[in-house]
């Protein structure tokens, strides 16, 4: 089985500081991804990467960059936390372009 | 036009009976489809890949229509674990798109 783990399901954060959310995965996929989800907007797509080193921006990266040293670890990284950050974090990992992705359990994330 | 299209719900539905839901998509060029369900503050998980000719498993239909460019999901003699978000995910050349979702709630 796929596992993708996060390294927190809760976190609450102070207005400014710097968050970092990492992302780990054992099938040794290609793609990672990070999306946010909130209520009524579904997932939005912030960053992905198809291989270390790489990354892509999606449809929401501002105030988010990311880093991927290792196949296997995707991190997110908020510069300066704000209070419209405050939402779900998914991690999703993929093999290839038509296979399914694999969700990590999330990251509720607070900014206050 | 958003290019994935879900009916948001509810879907209030007795336990036993029968629903049906649908998600539309904007791009004819649209490769391979999915089903996804998220319980409530869970990740999202895969309920079933949709294939071309249609596919079953257990309780659960998923058909593709190409002309009309949507996908369904048919859900029989529904359960109360059935309760849930259903995600409709719609793969495009590199691009993984995902619709609002359809949240279902099966009634006692």
């Known amino acids: 089985d796929v596992k993708v783990t996060q390294s927190s399901r809760y976190l609450v954060k102070r207005t400014g500081e710097k968050v970092f959310l990492e992302c780990v995965q054992d099938?040794?996929?290609?793609?990672m991804f990070w999306y946010r989800q909130d209520p009524g907007l579904g997932l939005r797509l912030i960053y992905f990467?198809?291989?270390?080193?790489?990354?892509e921006k999606g449809d929401i990266p501002e105030g988010y960059s990311v880093s991927r040293e290792k196949k296997e670890r995707f991190s997110l990284i908020l510069e300066s936390a704000s209070t419209n950050q405050t939402s779900m974090y998914l991690c999703?990992?993929?093999?290839?372009?038509?296979?399914?992705?694999?969700f990590g359990p999330g990251t509720r994330l607070l900014v206050l | 036009r958003k290019e994935v299209e879900q009916d948001p719900g509810p879907f209030n539905v007795p336990e036993g009976a029968t629903v049906a839901f649908n998600c539309t998509y904007s791009?004819?060029?649209?490769?391979?489809f999915f089903w996804y369900r998220q319980d409530c503050r869970k990740e999202p998980k895969l309920l079933m890949s949709v294939y071309s000719s249609g596919n079953e498993d257990g309780r659960f239909t998923a058909q593709l229509n190409r002309a009309s460019q949507y996908i369904s999901l048919l859900i029989r003699d529904s359960k109360l674990s059935d309760s849930a978000t259903y995600l409709c995910?719609?793969?495009?050349?590199?691009?993984?798109?995902f619709g609002k979702g359809t949240r279902l709630h099966i009634l006692p």
């Open positions: 791009n004819s060029a649209s490769q391979s």
């Open positions: 999703a990992s993929l093999a290839g372009t038509w296979e399914t992705q694999y």
């Open positions: 990467s198809y291989d270390v080193k790489m990354k």
């Open positions: 099938m040794d996929h290609e793609n």
């Open positions: 995910v719609v793969n495009r050349d590199d691009k993984i798109i």
